[in-house]
């Protein structure tokens, strides 16, 4: 009984059948239907959207920190010169060896340096000072001669 009803279904269907006719959305509507978009649930969508602006929060949240993390390259020394004005330069010198610090000081002050010991290393900063000042705090502190040549 319930294979001759499918078959009498059939039937009707292939003696009905237009092409273009039927359309699945339009029929829905005629009962009544409204047809469903299949889409995330909203709390998925929801939960997914803070997700991603947490992430986004932490990232920037903790690029300032990457940078200044202690010991992230104590293997390499450094010297970083900033000059504020052009009278007065501020200079920092983190584990710097002596012939480096020579020439970044030479190259702001136009001048040729040289040391007696060149296997010297330095940390310190330097700010407002004059080139002279700068010279007599490395030669007492490092214990080494410095020579200027060039003006």
């Not at 239907?33 to 998925?44: A, F, G, I, Q």
């Not at 007065?88 to 010991?117: I, K, M, W």
């Not at 330095?122 to 000072?129: A, P, V, Y």
């Amino acid at each position: 009984m319930m294979k001759e009803t499918k078959d009498q279904e059939l039937r009707f269907v292939v003696r009905h059948y237009e092409a273009g006719r039927f359309s699945p959305e339009e029929a829905l509507k005629k009962i009544g239907h409204e047809p469903r978009r299949r889409s995330l649930p909203r709390w998925v969508a929801a939960a997914a959207s803070l997700l991603c602006l947490t992430v986004l929060a932490t990232v920037l949240w903790l690029k300032p920190f990457a940078a200044s993390t202690p010991g992230a390259d104590s293997t390499k020394p450094t010297a970083d010169t900033t000059m504020t004005t052009a009278a007065t330069a501020s200079f920092h010198f983190n584990d710097a060896p002596l012939p480096q610090v020579l020439r970044e000081l030479g190259a702001h002050y136009g001048v040729t340096l040289a040391a007696t010991d060149t296997t010297r290393h330095l940390t310190g900063t330097f700010s407002g000072q004059s080139l002279e000042d700068i010279l007599s705090m490395i030669e007492e502190v490092l214990d080494v001669e410095i020579s200027q040549q060039g003006q």
